[in-house]
């Protein structure tokens, strides 16, 4: 009956202790050269964004991942958007990818994305041609959906921010 009973003490401190362990572990980050290449490597689809997104780059990276596009400036066949990102991402080397729809429902993946006077722009190439300027494109970011209408010159941009040089 004794053995019984430092058996199961025994076997429920070392589960304790792999568990301990294995949350160490994972709070520890991931390197940033790990997260730039998981990043780069990562190929979400617009359904399954946010899944997709935590499943290629990391749960615990994309739930640190706060922000909100301020700008969006079509020009032909060409979208930028710029994020104001809190950090860590927002100093982070590494860009979790982004994804923008047109009215079309044609969809795409960031390409470029390079930071600027303190803000992520993303570019787009969009693959048909565009003769006119689009009335609205939808971004598919972290956390977030957001559809934005374009003005007459291509360009968008928040309340709460004023037009960041090009």
């Not at 429902?105 to 390409?111: A, F, K, N, V």
């Not at 470029?112 to 689009?134: N, V």
């Amino acid at each position: 009956m004794k053995f019984k009973l430092y058996a199961l003490i025994g076997g429920g401190a070392l589960f304790l202790g792999v568990v301990a362990l294995l949350t160490w572990l994972n709070a520890q980050g991931v390197p940033p050269e790990e997260l730039a290449r998981r990043c780069e490597a990562s190929s979400p689809q617009w359904k399954s964004y946010q899944e997709d997104i935590k499943g290629q780059v990391g749960a615990a990276p994309v739930a640190q991942w706060h922000g909100e596009p301020v700008y969006v400036h079509q020009k032909g066949n060409t979208v930028e958007v710029a994020f104001q990102i809190m950090p860590p991402w927002g100093t982070s080397v590494a860009a979790i990818p982004v994804m923008l729809r047109d009215p079309l429902g044609h969809e795409y993946i960031s390409g470029q994305a390079k930071r600027k006077d303190g803000l992520r722009w993303y570019h787009f190439s969009l693959e048909s041609p565009h003769m006119s300027i689009l009335p609205w494109v939808e971004i598919h970011y972290p956390h977030q959906e957001r559809r934005v209408a374009l003005d007459s010159d291509g360009s968008w941009r928040s309340d709460t921010t004023a037009e960041p040089a090009l």
